[in-house]
């Protein structure tokens, strides 16, 4: 409760400054609207479902390229961190890439599918993809070699020494690895749908590039703070119990 409480009141407080520097007049209105008109556009928006449509749209978007991403990326960073050549080809490409800006995808995700969906899904997977094999890579190289020789001894063979034992103690660094990607996709998707039109479904990105394009900065301010919200649910809710989990199953836990 207590860390609820300073929570709330740091958020309170970054809603004061900015309260106080709309009235200060530093800025235009239209550069910097009240947290009052961003409150009144997010309403508005939400009652005549443009908002919950947009975040649908995103939401089946980015968890379709997401998957995608960490089903081919699980095995791809086992394989790596089990063959010394695929760690020095696949594994530098794998680094290089994760370097990569998300938007550079766009440009090659429209001329090879063209304003579809596919061209969407492509660059969440390429943002996704890269994270999940570096981190499923380090993972299993830092498993501790006492594990191994362990199971050896035990009388484990191939396939369950990796699926029982290496495999498990390398979750921490794996669940961190698509934490990472859920992040990366989330960028590659608002990208992707600021430059990919597509008329059949608008997501957040295209209601931040709109709102751009009318100077409606409510709009964009609002669309931001929802791409927050999601963003730290999604943390609160899911990634964090299971990295906690994880830390304490094998060990690795601060406190």
Not at 135 to 164: C, D
């Amino acid at each position: 409760m207590k860390r609820f409480l300073l929570a709330a009141l740091f958020f309170a407080v970054l809603l004061l400054i900015w309260e106080a520097l709309f009235r200060a007049k530093i800025w235009s209105p239209v550069l910097l609207p009240s947290p009052k008109q961003v409150a009144v556009y997010l309403e508005s928006a939400a009652a005549d479902g443009t908002l919950v449509k947009a975040i649908v749209v995103t939401m089946r978007r980015l968890l379709i390229g997401y998957i995608i991403g960490v089903v081919v990326g699980l095995p791809l960073g086992l394989l790596t961190a089990r063959w010394k050549v695929l760690q020095d080809t696949l594994g530098t490409l794998a680094l290089g890439l994760q370097t990569l800006p998300s938007v550079c995808w766009v440009p090659l995700a429209l001329l090879w599918f063209g304003q579809t969906e596919a061209a969407m899904l492509f660059v969440v997977v390429m943002g996704t993809l890269w994270s999940v094999v570096i981190a499923t890579e380090t993972g299993v190289r830092n498993v501790p070699p006492i594990y191994s020789r362990a199971a050896l001894t035990m009388g484990s063979k191939r396939l369950h020494m990796w699926f029982k034992v290496i495999l498990p103690a390398a979750l921490p660094f794996i669940v961190s690895g698509m934490k990472q990607g859920w992040a990366f996709a989330w960028r590659s998707l608002m990208a992707a749908e600021i430059f990919v039109t597509i008329l059949t479904g608008f997501g957040l990105g295209q209601l931040l590039h709109y709102g751009r394009e009318l100077n409606a900065m409510e709009q964009v301010i609002g669309i931001m703070i929802i791409i927050v919200v999601i963003g730290l649910l999604a943390d609160k809710i899911f990634f964090s119990p299971i990295e906690r989990f994880l830390h304490r199953r094998w060990g690795t836990s601060q406190a």
